[in-house]
């Protein structure tokens, strides 16, 4: 069964400063992989997801992350953050085969320090 | 504008009741999901839906119930059974039951106990 581990529950940042959120997946067969983003008393958004192709994939707000099959890994970056980009971040994982289920993260909340 | 609406925005359950959230989209997705959210733990599964008329348990579906009469609406009743309802409930859809699709949520109900 696939799993996701979210390494940091906080991260804080200074404003304009880059900014890395760590997500590692465990799963014994293809995954697809998705980012969300969730804004207080709000459902969550989806910022990027990667299916199949480059592993590099931009998604929205400047936010961009990468898949590493190796590392099992897909980091999600801003190269400089804004004090609106404070919000809680899901990473998600759903295996490409046998299921109909998306495992999401604990969660890793961002917060922009001005 | 398309999307999901989730009502109410918050709900307060007495003592052996049961209350009912609502989840309505307009579209046109074939699948919805009830997600619970608590402090750390990122979503958890409550029920999912392919098709009208159908629908299955997930994770942690004990204590709660769903019905699917129509393809716009996907309520779910917390009972009574349910000893620790406090949370953040979230709807959610998807266009197929294919897991490289992406899920639309609705901005959830916030339940609490009287």
């Known amino acids: 069964a696939q799993s996701v581990t979210q390494l940091d529950s906080q991260v804080p940042v200074f404003e304009e400063a880059p900014v890395e959120l760590r997500c590692n997946y465990s799963s014994s067969v293809s995954v697809y992989l998705f980012w969300y983003v969730q804004y207080p008393n709000q459902g969550l958004q989806l910022l990027l997801k990667?299916?199949?192709?480059?592993?590099l994939v931009k998604g929205i707000n400047g936010f961009e992350a990468e898949f590493n099959k190796s590392q099992t890994s897909f980091h999600l970056r801003k190269p400089s953050v804004h004090i609106s980009d404070t919000a809680e971040y899901f990473c998600?994982?759903?295996?490409?085969?046998?299921?109909?289920?998306?495992?999401f993260g604990a969660g890793t909340r961002l917060f922009v320090k001005a | 504008d398309g999307g999901i609406t989730q009502s109410p925005k918050y709900l307060f359950r007495k003592e052996g009741q049961n209350v009912t959230l609502s989840c309505e989209q307009n579209l046109n997705h074939d699948a919805m999901y009830w997600y619970r959210q608590d402090p750390g733990q990122g979503l958890r599964l409550i029920y999912y839906?392919?098709?009208?008329?159908?629908?299955q348990k997930g994770d942690i579906a004990e204590g709660y119930s769903v019905s699917r009469e129509k393809k716009e609406s996907f309520p779910l009743t917390v009972t009574s059974a349910q000893k620790n309802p406090t949370a953040f409930y979230l709807c959610?859809?998807?266009?197929?039951?294919?897991?490289?699709?992406?899920?639309?949520f609705g901005d959830g109900t916030r339940l609490s106990i009287l």
């Open positions: 990667y299916l199949s192709g480059s592993t």
């Open positions: 998600a994982v759903s295996e490409t085969a046998g299921g109909f289920k998306t495992i």
């Open positions: 839906s392919q098709i009208v008329n159908d629908f």
């Open positions: 959610a859809s998807s266009i197929a039951t294919g897991v490289n699709q992406p899920q639309h």
